[in-house]
């Protein structure tokens, strides 16, 4: 007869017995060189030299919120230094220069709305003059070579003023037609053409 071995198998217990003493070894173990790096080397390691001392990381971090400040500040005085024109009457004075309209351009305009009627013609709305105040432009002229139509002409040319940008408003002038004997029929004007602030 041949002997019967008999085989019992490790219950819950012995298992978790075997396996519990290496595992809180190994957690002891792992735990205590972790807190030893905290304590020893992480210091060490994680110091950084800024203007020959040692700083930590906490310290870095309200140095850099100071740094950030001072940037800020230098950088808001340069602009003042660079851009004086804020608050100063120098920059008022820029201000009202920038806000007043292009005089030339204007007259250049006007130039060219006069000469554009009746084009085969002569010249036929003739500027005397012209004024610039307060936002306000004074026109002084004469409508003239278009015979019975120079109050015709004269309300178009107020119309083509009217309608140029920038202009508010164009106070009519007083429609009058005149003979003379060198020139004919003809209208003389004075307009008063305000701008838009």
């Given at each position: 007869?041949?002997?019967?071995?008999?085989?019992?198998?490790?219950?819950?217990?012995?298992?978790?017995?075997?396996?519990?003493?290496?595992?809180?070894?190994?957690?002891?173990?792992?735990?205590?060189?972790?807190?030893?790096?905290?304590?020893?080397?992480?210091?060490?390691?994680?110091?950084?030299?800024?203007?020959?001392?040692?700083?930590?990381?906490?310290?870095?971090?309200?140095?850099?919120?100071?740094?950030?400040?001072?940037?800020?500040?230098?950088?808001?005085?340069?602009?003042?230094?660079?851009?004086?024109?804020?608050?100063?009457?120098?920059?008022?004075?820029?201000?009202?220069?920038?806000?007043?309209?292009?005089?030339?351009?204007?007259f250049q305009k006007i130039k060219n709305v006069s000469g554009s009627f009746l084009p085969g013609k002569k010249q036929v709305v003739i500027i005397q003059s012209i004024a610039l105040e307060d936002q306000v432009v004074e026109l002084t002229g004469d409508v003239r070579n278009v015979g019975l139509q120079s109050m015709a002409v004269l309300a178009?040319?107020?119309?083509?003023?009217?309608?140029?940008?920038?202009?508010?408003?164009?106070?009519?002038?007083?429609?009058?037609?005149?003979?003379?004997?060198?020139?004919?029929?003809?209208?003389?004007?004075?307009?008063?053409?305000?701008?838009?602030?």
């Amino acid at each position: 007869m041949t002997p019967t071995s008999t085989q019992t198998t490790p219950g819950l217990n012995e298992i978790l017995r075997r396996v519990l003493v290496p595992l809180a070894l190994f957690a002891v173990v792992l735990l205590s060189l972790l807190l030893l790096s905290w304590f020893l080397l992480l210091p060490r390691f994680t110091r950084v030299e800024l203007h020959g001392a040692s700083q930590d990381p906490e310290r870095l971090q309200a140095y850099s919120q100071e740094v950030e400040t001072a940037i800020h500040t230098s950088e808001e005085r340069r602009l003042a230094l660079i851009l004086p024109l804020a608050d100063s009457p120098f920059g008022v004075l820029v201000d009202a220069k920038m806000s007043t309209p292009d005089f030339d351009a204007f007259f250049q305009k006007i130039k060219n709305v006069s000469g554009s009627f009746l084009p085969g013609k002569k010249q036929v709305v003739i500027i005397q003059s012209i004024a610039l105040e307060d936002q306000v432009v004074e026109l002084t002229g004469d409508v003239r070579n278009v015979g019975l139509q120079s109050m015709a002409v004269l309300a178009q040319f107020v119309d083509a003023l009217r309608a140029m940008p920038g202009v508010d408003r164009v106070d009519y002038p007083s429609f009058i037609r005149e003979q003379n004997s060198t020139i004919g029929f003809h209208s003389p004007f004075t307009l008063r053409i305000h701008f838009k602030s």
